[in-house]
């Protein structure tokens, strides 16, 4: 049932009759509490061939209703119940529910602030206004709704969990591990806590005590596949890709319609470098769900690595169709475009992407990259410093400041390899052009390259990459 039956006591007779109203509901909620649902029914229908004007009975039939999935029957017979008794606070929280169910929330939102109006002494409507407040993009005012919950029922655990959501969505992943760790304490079974807290611990890379709560979310519940799929993620994040591909594999087992779980498992096979499993595993995530982003972008970057970029680019265009905000598709669709030498065609995908995340590195990158191809050199190296924030790049952990370009006068500088042999070879030639700016230039290359780079007009000195590098005052 959707929300718990109202009934008046007050009202029973002392003597028992066969027609009495009390008796009838009392015995129609019990069937409804129980799940028989056709028996509660007909004990709701008497009460209204009796009384067409029952609140409690038109609240609780419209409730069977909907659940026997005559969602417009149900949310017609509540909102009876409700003309009848403006003031049945659980009517307008289970209309709340409905209305929310069928995504209209700002009329969701008005039902459970007539349910709060009605019984502000109950912590439910208060739980579920912030819910749909949360759906709104209003995380602030619903964690509010939430601790007036709590504060009426301090061992509220959906009201814990839901405060946790929208804590982590405000960035304070602190409380809002806290806020986990208090609807599991008050429901000890409670896996969708134990998967949330385990979310914000990876966050917070605490991925031991991660793996901890999704453990135990499995233990208290076998069957809940998305725990399974989470420590795929914790492994497959940490490089471990054989044994996110167990769990993905047993998430599958468990729950073989679980979208995440075929996801996941081709991107840890895509990996792992089995890029035909991969696509078979994302085509099966498909076949769940045609519209699922993230599973239709990665086809299409394997069919890429294939050099199948016509059906790549495809594959991203479908996506962005439904889902214009996803900017690895738009930054995919980009190299893509860039394989088949359309510069400017690549270059505004990622404006695109960079519209949708202003701070997005590898969009920067790839339109530096885009913006040099064309002859854009204003535009394209300075750009072309968004590669020190991407992921691909590894920090060097120098104490000593980065040249800016100004006069050396006398100073030692590091001028060290960053990516591979081509970007040495092609750079390395701008090394006289340092020395003429009156600094000592140490080099460092590859191996490889030692005795090519040897040879460079300007070059003090080169070290081989691995080995100790001397004092230098700027690099």
């Excluded at 009390?22 to 509490?33: M, N, P, R, Y």
């Excluded at 509220?156 to 969505?169: E, K, M, P, S």
């Excluded at 799929?229 to 679980?258: C, M, S």
């Excluded at 475009?337 to 590898?362: F, K, Q, S």
Aim: glycine share 8%; hydrophobic share 45%.
């Amino acid at each position: 049932m959707l929300g718990g039956a109202q009934t008046n006591p007050s009202v029973a007779q002392n003597k028992f009759v066969p027609n009495d109203l009390v008796e009838i509901l009392k015995s129609a909620v019990e069937h409804h509490q129980a799940g028989q649902l056709d028996s509660a029914a007909l004990g709701y229908e008497r009460i209204l061939a009796m009384d067409p004007t029952h609140g409690d009975a038109l609240h609780l039939a419209g409730c069977v209703r909907y659940q026997q999935l005559d969602r417009e029957a149900g949310i017609a017979l509540v909102r009876q119940a409700i003309a009848v008794n403006p003031r049945l606070a659980v009517a307008h929280d289970n209309l709340g529910l409905m209305l929310r169910d069928r995504g209209e929330l700002a009329e969701a939102e008005a039902s459970h602030r007539l349910a709060v109006e009605a019984n502000p002494g109950h912590p439910d409507p208060h739980n579920h206004l912030g819910f749909v407040l949360f759906r709104q993009q209003r995380p602030a005012e619903a964690i509010e709704c939430y601790r007036r919950a709590i504060a009426l029922k301090p061992d509220h655990a959906d009201a814990h969990n839901y405060l946790g959501t929208a804590l982590q969505a405000q960035g304070s992943l602190d409380e809002a591990v806290e806020s986990y760790r208090r609807a599991v304490a008050a429901k000890p079974d409670f896996v969708e806590a134990y998967n949330n807290l385990a979310l914000a611990l990876n966050k917070l890379g605490r991925r031991a005590e991660a793996a901890e709560s999704l453990r135990r979310a499995i233990a208290a519940q076998p069957s809940f596949g998305a725990a399974y799929v989470n420590l795929g993620n914790l492994l497959r994040e940490q490089g471990d890709f054989d044994g996110a591909i167990d769990w993905y594999h047993k998430a599958i087992a468990t729950e073989p319609q679980l979208v995440d779980a075929h996801t996941g498992l081709g991107f840890a096979l895509q990996q792992r470098g089995r890029l035909a499993d991969a696509a078979e595993s994302y085509r099966r995530a498909l076949e769940l769900k045609p519209d699922h982003a993230d599973a239709r972008c990665n086809l299409g970057a394997l069919l890429h690595g294939f050099d199948r970029s016509e059906e790549a680019a495809e594959s991203y265009r479908q996506v962005l169709a439904s889902h214009p905000d996803h900017v690895a598709s738009h930054c995919n669709l980009g190299v893509a475009l860039m394989a088949r030498n359309d510069i400017a065609g690549a270059a505004e995908c990622y404006r695109r992407a960079i519209a949708v995340i202003p701070d997005h590195a590898e969009a920067h990158w790839n339109l530096s990259l885009a913006q040099l191809v064309a002859g854009d050199f204003a535009n394209g190296w300075p750009g072309y410093e968004w590669r020190l924030r991407t992921r691909r790049h590894v920090p060097r952990d120098f104490a000593e400041p980065v040249w800016d370009g100004g006069p050396l006068a006398g100073k030692t500088i590091l001028l060290h390899r960053e990516q591979g042999f081509g970007d040495t070879i092609q750079f390395v030639r701008y090394a006289p052009l340092v020395a003429g700016r009156g600094g000592r230039v140490v080099l460092e290359v590859q191996p490889q390259l030692a005795r090519l780079a040897a040879g460079v007009a300007g070059v003090a000195e080169v070290v081989v990459a691995g080995m100790k590098l001397p004092p230098f005052d700027l690099h």
